[in-house]
């Protein structure tokens, strides 16, 4: 844990520094949780991919402390989202620091996606998914099927780099993703009205909806378009009006939904600040102000620790930590936020960061540690999420 709390501020610094240095010399390919399905084993065996066999594969290399990848064959490779996380971590420190290679660096990367959207002769708009097939409970998605999420923050990252770099593409491309969202995702299902997670599916989703709504609502404001804006709180009326009592959402409606964590929380959060702040409506601030109130309460212990669900502080994840950030300074943004989020930045780098490696972990449970280097789900969230911190904060220290 650091204790020298003057001095945390340089440390975070060097450790975006080094999430950086060790993306690029990667090429910003990796492994994910959730690539299992890459291993070479499925080129002789694709039948195996689907059903309880391909469902177990995939858990069991999420779950395994140890690397199976390297000897089964699963590549490393780059991730949409990923890139687009980095992409937005990049700007960041382009802001703070002004080198002009980063935006050469964003702009190589943005031009990746740009080649890396989905089939657009059989999703007409822009799109992305992951670069795996992907075996959940309830459905198989396969590898390039669009989500809501990996579009979204790829959309936010070629959006945000068009501001500060002359390629009208990117905004072009950016705003053709609400059109996928609005014609392929929107969904009227059992009394509900959301955005679908995938094409197809009709389980509600509360982050994945409000995403989707935040997206519309931010392109609706951009072009005037007041059909999107209309619909982007219609969608977000739904998710508002299932919130808890106490200020909580579940992850979704399915029985196996009914769990409150705080990376989710934080999505929500954040997706209902990006529609308030888009549309200029004041219909959500009490919402959010309950739910921002349970987050803190809830979802946090007196040391920084972000907890992973709100009743069991396990599996430490710096997903959790890096969506609190991330929450606390765009959605709270109080000098009380700030503190917070700099503690659980500090508690982070004492528990989960790896300095000779110069990463971090993946998970800790009560009884061991996987350590297993993820470049989407870890590295690309805390680099993005501490660059973010690092900005706000020495843009505040330079008005003091």
Known sequence: MLNNTSNAGKVTTDVVEALFASAKAQSFAGYDPFDGLNSKLFSVLPFLKKGLFGLAWIQLHKRSP??????????????????????????????????????????ELADWLLSQQ???EQWQHA???????????????????????????????????????????YRTV??????????????????????????????????????????????????????????ALQVARQSVAEQGVDGSWVYGSRHHHQFIDGFHTGYN???????????????????????????????FEKDGTAKYYHNNRYPLDMHSVAQAVITLIRVGGTAEDMALAEKCINWSIGELYMPKQQRFVYQKSARYTNKVNYMRWTQAWVYYSFALFNRVKAEQDAKD
């Open 127 to 169: 799109c992305w998914g992951y670069h795996f097939d992907w075996n959940a409970r309830a459905f198989f998605v396969p590898k390039g099927k669009p989500n809501v999420i990996t579009t979204i923050y790829v959309a936010q990252a070629l959006f945000a780099l068009s501001k500060v770099v002359d390629k009208p593409l």
């Open 66 to 107: 140890i690397n199976l990848r390297p000897l089964l064959g699963v590549p490393k490779a780059r991730n949409p989202k990923g890139v687009g996380l980095y992409i937005l971590g990049m700007l960041q420190q382009y802001k703070q620091n002004g080198d002009a290679s980063l935006l050469t660096q964003a702009c």
């Open 269 to 299: 959060l954040e997706a209902l600040h990006h529609i308030r702040s888009a549309l200029t409506t004041t219909e959500f601030d009490q919402a959010i102000t309950k739910g921002l109130a349970f987050y803190k309460a809830e979802l």
């Open 174 to 231: 950016a705003f053709d993703a609400a059109n996928f969202i609005v014609k392929t995702l929107f969904t009227q299902h059992e009394g509900r009205t959301f955005f679908a997670y995938i094409p197809g599916e009709t389980a509600f989703v509360h982050n994945a909806s409000l995403w989707g709504a935040a997206w519309v609502a931010i392109v609706a404001a951009e072009t005037q378009n007041k059909e999107y804006a209309e619909l």
């Open 118 to 120: 989905s089939d657009k």
